[in-house]
T-cell receptor, first 111, second 113 residues
């Protein structure tokens, strides 16, 4: 089946720093999604990407759909304490209608 | 205003019991899902319904049975609960006009003692 490798597993940064995380897939994806999950809550959609090469921003967040369709990255600029949470990438490929999720990146921001 | 809602939020029960979790979405979406998130936070799909029809059924024990009375509701019934069923269960929904973009509920935290 499809597999996603998400890295890093965790990050501990200072407030104001920029953050970058990425996901790579063993197969081609048609859609890449990035979610954030805070403690006790469900995943919340941050950015959706539908075309290879697409670069999309949402405030301080920027995500790109890789040209090879096998990878995506998420950048967070000028991090703030409320950015803390687990960030998940998710992808969908082929005729498979389901999403495959990465294992998440735990982000901690030190004020 | 709630888009995808689940009840209950917390569920503590004894091994061997039967329990149900309910999900409702008011987004007008066609497709709904159940996911299980384990203690390592890994999200794994269990089931999906499109317009009340089962379209995804992953390798899940027969003790788990989803039911969709209409396209706005997807419930999950679990028979003979086991310790390993303890997890957070998330409902999600999507519409076909937004690709695979799924919207998640707040989760049901199930603890089997």
């Amino acid at each position: 089946g499809q597999q996603l490798n998400q890295s890093p597993q965790s990050m501990f940064i200072q407030e104001g720093e920029d953050v970058s995380m990425n996901c790579t897939s063993s197969s081609i994806f048609n859609t890449w999604l990035w979610y954030k999950q805070e403690p006790g809550e469900g995943p919340v959609l941050l950015i959706a990407l539908y075309k290879a090469g697409e670069l999309t921003s949402n405030g301080r967040l920027t995500a790109q759909f890789g040209i090879t369709r096998k990878d995506s990255f998420l950048n967070i600029s000028a991090s703030i304490p409320s950015d803390v949470g687990i960030y998940f990438c998710a992808g969908q490929g082929g005729s498979n209608y389901k999403l495959t999720f990465g294992k998440g990146t735990l982000l901690t921001v030190n004020p | 205003d709630t888009a995808v809602s689940q009840t209950p939020k917390y569920l503590v029960t004894q091994m061997g019991n039967d329990k149900s979790i309910k999900c409702e979405q008011n987004l007008g979406h066609d497709t709904m899902y159940w996911y299980k998130q384990d203690s390592k936070k890994f999200l794994k799909i269990m089931f999906s319904y499109n317009n009340k029809e089962l379209i995804i059924n992953e390798t899940v024990p027969n003790r788990f049975s989803p039911k969709s009375p209409d396209k706005a509701h997807l419930n999950l019934h679990i028979n003979s609960l086991e310790l390993g069923d303890s997890a957070v269960y998330f409902c999600a929904s999507r519409t076909w006009t937004e690709g695979e973009t799924q919207y998640f509920g707040p989760g049901t935290r199930l603890l089997v003692l």
